[in-house]
C-alpha cells in the first residue's frame, strides 16, 4: 500500500482486498465485551474537517479510538481558519504537534493532495470537494461483498463458482467480478460516485451510471463504467443500487426542472425497489433527503444497507489506519 | 527421522520429526491435558494462527476419541497485540474464532507451533485478556526450541529442541503445507 489514502485508483486489486480482509477480521470486535485494540497506541491522528460531517468524522474518531491512537479533531468552525489562516499553515501547526495521520476532509478538490506533499504522516482523504472519498467506496465495497456473500447467494455471474479458493462465507479473498452495481443520481458533484466506480471496478463488479444528463460530470465518458439516462430499464439487472444525495448546497444552477420531477424520474420508491431482483441491495451514503432521491419505505426496508455502511464504516476505517500506521514508520528503510 | 532412524536432510534442513512422531506427541499432550485438567472438563483449545489453529483441531479431535468429550476449539489471532509491529510493515491479520461458549470461566489451553521467545504467548495472554476472564490459561506446543526472552514456559511440550539462534525450525502440517513435519534448517524463512 502506498503511505497516503487520497484516491480510489491508488489502490491496486491487492492494495483493495488485503484492506476488505482486514476489515473482515476486525468486524468481530464490535461484539466483543472490550472493543479496543492496542495497536496504535502512541499514535496521533488528527482530525482535519474544513466542511460539516458527522458521520465521516465520528467514525474515522471511533475507529482511531478502537485502535487506541490518541485523537484531534479539528474543524474550522472556532479555529484560525476564521482568521484567514491557509491549510498550509494548518497543516504545518498539526505537523509541530505530531500527527502520525491527517485525516482531511475540504471543499475544494484536491485539497488532500495538496496536504501530502506538506506533512510527513499518513493523509487520508475524507472527502475533498467534488473528487473523492475513498474510504466511502471502501465501506460500500466491504458492505456489498459481506452481503452478497453472506447465505451463499449468488447472484448471475456466479459469485459462488468463480470466488477464489480460501474465501469463505462472508466473502474473505474474494472480489466483486461480475456484480452489477448502479449508481443514481448526482454524480456531477459526488466524490462518492467517483471513488465507487474506480474501486468497484478494480475489484471487477460492473458499474452502470444512472442519472439526468445534466447531472454527470464532464468526459464521463471516459471512466471505465457504463452511462444510462433510464433508472427503470437498469433496475432488473442490478445486484446492488447505490443512490447518491442530491447535493443541493453545491448546486449553482438549475440542473432539473423541480425537485418533484427529479424524484419521479430517479428517485427510488417501492415501486421501483420492487423491479430489482430478490437478492438485490440498496446503499446510500448518507445523509439522505428522505423523498427526494429514495422514499421513507425504501429506506427503513430490509434490503436498505443504510445503518449497516455506518457499522461497516468503523470497521473499514480501522484496517485503513491498520494498514496505514500498523506497521513501520517507513517502510521504505524497513525492506 | 526417516524409516532408517537417521535425519534425513531435505530443501528445508534436516528432517526432526515426521509424521507419525507428530502424531504420538500430539496424542501424549492429548492425554496430558485429560490427566492435567480432571478429564477435560470445561476446556477450550485456542489455537494461533497459522499452524496453532490445526494443531488445535487435532488435539480436539483426539480428545474426543479418548473421553467421547467435544472439546471447544478456536482461534486466537496476536497480531494487532504483538509488540515488534513497528519493526515490519503492516501485516496482514489472522482469524479470531472463539467459540460460543466463550472463554469466562474456562480453561484456557492455547496452542502454537513452536515456543522460541515467548513474544508471541505474551501477545496471546494480552489478547485473551480482552476477550474475557478464563479461569486458567495453559500453553500446549508441538516444539520447544528454547532461547527465552519473557518468563513463560509451555505446560505441554510435544519435543524439546535445542537449538542455535541461527538456525530456523519449521513446522510444516498437512492443512497448511500438504505434509507432516518438523524441519530444522540453518537459515531462510523466519518461522
Given at each position: 500500500m502506498k503511505r497516503h489514502l487520497i484516491s480510489a485508483a491508488d489502490l491496486s486489486r491487492g492494495d483493495a482486498l488485503l484492506i476488505l480482509d482486514t476489515a473482515?477480521?476486525?468486524?468481530?470486535?464490535?461484539?466483543?465485551?472490550?472493543?479496543?485494540?492496542?495497536?496504535?497506541?502512541?499514535?496521533?491522528?488528527?482530525?482535519?474537517?474544513?466542511?460539516?460531517?458527522?458521520?465521516?468524522?465520528?467514525?474515522?474518531?471511533?475507529?482511531?479510538?478502537?485502535?487506541?491512537?490518541d485523537v484531534i479533531n479539528f474543524s474550522a468552525k472556532g479555529s484560525s481558519v476564521g482568521k484567514g489562516e491557509s491549510l498550509k499553515d494548518t497543516a504545518l501547526t498539526l505537523e509541530a504537534m505530531g500527527a502520525d495521520a491527517v485525516v482531511i476532509r475540504h471543499s475544494a478538490s484536491g485539497a488532500?493532495?495538496?496536504?501530502?506533499?506538506?506533512?510527513?504522516?499518513?493523509v487520508v482523504n475524507a472527502g475533498d470537494g467534488t473528487h473523492e472519498h475513498p474510504t466511502q467506496a471502501l465501506l460500500d465495497a466491504f458492505t456489498i461483498r459481506?452481503?452478497?456473500?453472506?447465505?451463499?447467494?449468488?447472484?448471475?455471474?456466479?459469485l459462488g463458482g468463480s470466488s477464489p479458493r480460501g474465501s469463505t462465507a462472508s466473502g474473505r479473498g474474494a472480489g466483486l467480478d461480475g456484480i452489477r452495481v448502479t449508481i443514481v443520481g448526482d454524480v456531477l458533484?459526488?466524490?462518492?460516485?467517483?471513488?465507487?466506480?474506480?474501486?468497484?471496478?478494480?475489484?471487477?463488479?460492473?458499474?452502470?451510471?444512472?442519472?439526468?444528463?445534466?447531472?454527470?460530470?464532464?468526459?464521463?465518458?471516459?471512466?471505465?463504467?457504463?452511462?444510462?439516462?433510464?433508472?427503470?430499464?437498469?433496475?432488473?439487472?442490478?445486484?446492488?443500487?447505490?443512490?447518491?444525495?442530491?447535493q443541493q448546497e453545491r448546486m449553482t444552477a438549475a440542473y432539473f426542472p423541480s425537485v418533484?420531477?427529479?424524484?419521479?424520474?430517479?428517485?427510488?420508491?417501492?415501486?421501483?425497489?420492487?423491479?430489482?431482483?430478490d437478492h438485490a441491495i440498496v446503499l446510500h451514503p448518507g445523509p439522505m433527503n428522505r423523498g427526494v432521491e429514495?422514499?421513507?419505505?425504501?429506506?427503513?426496508?430490509?434490503?436498505?444497507?443504510?445503518?449497516e455502511q455506518v457499522a461497516n464504516g468503523v470497521t473499514t476505517r480501522m484496517a485503513v489506519l491498520y494498514l496505514l500506521l500498523g506497521g513501520t514508520e517507513f517502510p521504505e528503510v524497513a525492506s | 527421522m526417516s524409516a532408517t532412524g537417521y535425519p534425513v536432510a531435505g530443501r528445508d534442513g534436516l528432517a526432526v520429526l515426521d509424521t507419525e512422531e507428530i502424531r504420538r506427541a500430539l496424542t501424549r499432550i492429548a492425554h496430558e491435558i485429560l490427566e492435567r485438567t480432571h478429564g477435560g472438563e470445561e476446556v477450550v483449545l485456542l489455537g494461533i494462527p497459522t499452524r496453532g489453529v490445526p494443531l488445535a483441531r487435532r488435539l480436539a479431535a483426539r480428545i474426543g476419541e479418548f473421553e467421547g468429550l467435544e472439546v471447544p476449539c478456536g482461534s486466537l489471532d496476536v497480531t494487532m497485540h504483538r509488540d515488534d509491529l513497528r519493526l515490519h510493515p503492516a501485516r496482514a491479520l489472522g482469524r479470531t474464532d472463539l467459540p460460543p461458549s466463550g472463554v469466562d470461566g474456562k480453561t484456557v489451553v492455547l496452542v502454537d507451533d513452536v515456543l522460541y521467545s515467548g513474544r508471541t504467548v505474551r501477545a496471546a495472554l494480552d489478547a485473551l485478556t480482552d476477550l474475557g476472564r478464563p479461569r486458567a490459561v495453559q500453553l500446549a506446543v508441538l516444539v520447544d526450541r528454547g532461547h527465552r526472552e519473557l518468563p513463560i514456559r509451555a505446560d505441554y511440550v510435544g519435543k524439546n529442541l535445542p537449538t542455535s539462534q541461527r538456525e530456523v525450525v519449521h513446522v510444516l502440517l498437512a492443512e497448511v503445507d500438504a505434509r507432516d513435519a518438523v524441519m530444522i534448517g540453518d537459515e531462510g524463512r523466519p518461522s
Open positions: 473482515e477480521e476486525l468486524a468481530g470486535l464490535a461484539d466483543r465485551p472490550i472493543k479496543k485494540l492496542p495497536t496504535l497506541r502512541g499514535r496521533t491522528v488528527v482530525n482535519l474537517f474544513f466542511e460539516d460531517s458527522t458521520r465521516t468524522r465520528i467514525s474515522f474518531e471511533a475507529a482511531a479510538k478502537r485502535l487506541s491512537a488532500a493532495h495538496r496536504l501530502a506533499g506538506w506533512v510527513r504522516g499518513s459481506r452481503r452478497l456473500f453472506k447465505g451463499g447467494i449468488a447472484p448471475r455471474g456466479g458533484h459526488s466524490r462518492v460516485a467517483r471513488s465507487n466506480v474506480l474501486l468497484l471496478t478494480t475489484l471487477g463488479a460492473e458499474v452502470t451510471l444512472a442519472a439526468p444528463p445534466t447531472l454527470l460530470p464532464f468526459a464521463v465518458d471516459t471512466w471505465p463504467c457504463a452511462v444510462s439516462y433510464d433508472l427503470d430499464s437498469e433496475l432488473p439487472k442490478s445486484d446492488v443500487v447505490m443512490m447518491l444525495r442530491v418533484r420531477e427529479y424524484s419521479r424520474r430517479y428517485g427510488l420508491d417501492t415501486a421501483r425497489m420492487a423491479r430489482l431482483p429514495i422514499a421513507a419505505e425504501v429506506a427503513d426496508s430490509a434490503r436498505s444497507m443504510i445503518v | -
